[in-house]
């Protein structure tokens, strides 16, 4: 990973350092740790998978000709939204299949997501992309990380108990 004086050269002069550190901060939580287990292995999995595309888009923030990487940047992003509607489904039957109550308020969570995500490809047709992606990075890793961290755990913790184990 480049050094933190590289992240200086990226940014527009409309960041802080609070906001600075606030992005350095959520990058790095978006690296997989073992907290993040619903112990549901194909969940997992599939949250892993949203995590590396999250540090794909990081790691071309880092870069000082981010702007010149628009079309892979975009592809990114692509692959993010339509990866995300995947796990989202998949996620969405489990919680069918288990009868779980709290299942509308997770859609509606996931549907906020969805279009957010949406937003960010047509605003990276229409802003600055390295101002754009920043703001991306900030949304995904705190959305991503806090979504599974709160939601996914009761859920994980509902289909545990449903099957008579402990998902924590």
Not at 87 to 92: I, L, N, V
């Amino acid at each position: 990973m480049s050094g933190s004086g590289d992240v200086f050269l990226i940014l527009s002069s409309k960041y802080t350092m609070m906001k600075i550190k606030k992005i350095w901060r959520n990058a790095m939580a978006m690296e997989w740790k073992d907290l993040y287990s619903c112990q549901i292995p194909e969940i997992d999995q599939q949250h892993r998978r949203l995590f590396e595309l999250g540090n794909q888009l990081y790691t071309l923030a880092l870069r000082t000709d981010a702007q010149e990487h628009h079309k892979i940047i975009k592809a990114i992003l692509t692959e993010l939204h339509a990866y995300t509607v995947y796990h989202f489904e998949f996620e969405e039957a489990l919680l069918v299949t288990y009868g779980y109550p709290n299942l509308e308020e997770h859609r509606k969570k996931h549907q906020f997501f969805i279009k957010k995500l949406s937003v960010f490809e047509i605003d990276l047709f229409h802003q600055d992309v390295k101002e754009m992606l920043l703001k991306l990075i900030l949304f995904v890793s705190e959305w991503i990380s806090s979504h599974i961290m709160i939601e996914d755990k009761k859920y994980g913790r509902y289909i545990g108990q449903s099957e008579g184990t402990s998902n924590s």
